[in-house]
């Protein structure tokens, strides 16, 4: 059995995730893989676990978010 990185459940189901540059993290869940490795929006603090808007280096998880922020070009819908 493996021990979730973010919870330390031990968990016979667990699973590895290999991201970039060659770290590998063990979860026991998706729910914990999110809190690990989502992003999270720089302006409302929530987990972006869709694609969400991305621009002079800051991460949204909506055009609103963004708006507020003051980048004004992206939207949610086209």
């Known amino acids: 059995m493996a021990a979730c990185d973010v919870c330390g459940n031990d968990y016979s189901m667990a699973f590895e995730v290999h991201v970039a540059g060659g770290a590998v993290h063990t979860f026991d869940s998706l729910e914990c893989a999110a809190h690990k490795l989502a992003p999270i929006c720089?302006?409302?603090?929530?987990?972006?676990?869709?694609?969400?808007?991305?621009?002079?280096?800051?991460?949204?998880?909506?055009?609103h978010c963004a708006r507020a922020e003051g980048h004004t070009?992206?939207?949610d819908n086209a």
Do not use: N, V, W, Y
Request: proline fraction near 0%; charged fraction near 20%.
């Open 42 to 63: 720089d302006h409302c603090g929530c987990r972006i676990l869709g694609h969400g808007h991305q621009t002079d280096g800051k991460f949204f998880c909506c055009a």
């Open 73 to 75: 070009e992206l939207t």
